[in-house]
Structure formats: C-alpha cells, structure tokens
Nanobody
C-alpha cells in the first residue's frame, strides 16, 4: 500500500482542520493506520491510531477530546479531524500503515513499514 497525506495548512489557535490519508495499491482496511507528527527539533510523536478491525481509535493524551480519527474504507481514506487547535500542535503530520500491531505497540513508529509524505500544519497564536 502507498499513502498520501493531505490537508495541512496555516490556521489560528482554536480553528479546526481535517487531514486525509489516501491509500492506493491495496485496501486500507487491511491495515492498522496511525498518525504521527514531528515538530522542529523534536522526535516523531504518535498522535492517533485506528485498527484494521475498526475498534475505537487510540490517541495520545495531548489530543484526546480534540482530535478524532476515522476511516472510510469505501474511499480508501483515513481522516484526522482536529478541533481546538493549539500552537503546540504545529508539526509535520504523517500517516503510517502496518499490519502486525497490538494496542501496546501502536506508538512505536518503527513498526509501521509504510509512510505517507507528510503534511505541514502550522497553528498561529
């Protein structure tokens, strides 16, 4: 599967934005998909994950209640709806896919063999 992330941009604090991750080459419903982000000078950070079994997504604590991850298998697309954005959400956002993941391992970026190209989100204060 190949992934392409879209939807980043420049927004103000408090705004909302939705990122999309479009898959090609294989059905995305065969994969567990996650969003990671990387801010300048920082390590890549897990943001959210949705399993291929479509159970309730998992989120990093800093985005719980503000971000919602979902998938539309018919469109082969995964979304990250982001509300109440904060300047600290500024980062390049990446989607990633894997197949051999369990809940205790979803934050480990090395376990996702497939990555999209990243999309920049900048939140101004």
């Amino acid at each position: 599967v190949q992934l392409q992330a879209f939807g980043g941009g420049l927004v103000r604090a408090g705004d909302s934005l939705t990122l999309s991750c479009v898959a090609s080459g294989r059905s995305i419903n065969r994969h567990t998909v996650a969003w990671f982000r990387q801010a300048p000078g920082k390590d890549r950070e897990f943001v959210a994950c949705i399993f291929r079994t479509n159970t309730t997504p998992d989120y990093v604590d800093s985005v719980k209640g503000r971000f919602t991850m979902s998938r539309d298998n018919a469109k082969n697309t995964v979304y990250l709806q982001m509300n109440s954005l904060k300047p600290e959400d500024t980062a390049v956002y990446y989607c990633a896919a894997g197949t051999n993941l369990i809940r205790s391992t979803i934050t480990r970026s090395a376990l996702y063999p497939t990555w999209g190209q990243g999309t920049q989100l900048t939140v101004s204060s």
